[in-house]
């Protein structure tokens, strides 16, 4: 008997799997394709003590998946909804809000799948699904583990992106490299998490 479905995704998980960036995931959110969800202690709203899994109001964390906040930590949540409800609930306590990551937050995997059916994600030509891949990026992956454990993060991402090309360019036995936007949108989300792990 195998492993259950998965019960949620991280957002660097989701950004990796539709090969988006995690501003494209905020936007999505704020347009109510999907609710972004933590998990928290008690906290009370008002007349109400809520825990558990609640959806966050993207605009109140919006800094938290720009690019050019990498080492921003933590915003503090002042909003957030049951789930399974419509109204938003003000936190009160504790007083300035429920500290929050980018890596607390996750999207319920039902919601994740809604979404891939609704945008034909499942069915649209892919080179990871039922076809010869363009590029070996499982491949790249690997090469990306090992460089970390032997020699660290590179102190830039764009240095990290000229060695993905340069990887690709030894390694391609078609000639075909993947451009410079397509390898930053899949090693951004390890990039930040690899140099600002508490995020």
Aim: hydrophobic fraction near 40%; include cysteine; charged fraction near 25%.
């Amino acid at each position: 008997m195998g492993l259950p479905p998965k019960a949620y995704y991280s957002i660097h998980e989701a950004a990796g799997r539709w090969d988006c960036s995690l501003s494209d995931i905020a936007g999505w959110a704020s347009v109510g394709r999907f609710d972004i969800v933590t998990g928290i202690s008690p906290a009370v709203c008002g007349s109400r003590t809520i825990a558990g899994f609640v959806a966050v109001s993207v605009s109140d964390i919006l800094p938290l998946f720009s690019c050019t906040n990498a080492g921003l930590n933590s915003r503090r949540l002042k909003r957030i909804r049951v789930l399974g409800e419509q109204d938003w609930q003000t936190v009160t306590k504790p007083a300035k809000g429920i500290s929050i990551t980018l890596g607390d937050l996750m999207i319920l995997a039902e919601e994740a799948r809604r979404f891939e059916e609704d945008c034909d994600l499942l069915r649209r030509p892919a080179e990871h699904i039922g076809s010869t891949p363009n590029y070996d990026w499982d491949g790249m992956y690997l090469t990306l583990v090992l460089r970390v454990h032997e020699q660290g993060v590179p102190p830039t991402q764009a240095e990290w992106v000229g060695e993905v090309q340069e990887w690709f360019v030894k390694t391609s036995q078609t000639g075909k490299v993947p451009d410079e936007r397509t390898i930053r949108r899949r090693i951004t989300p390890i990039w930040k998490a690899l140099r600002d792990p508490c995020c």
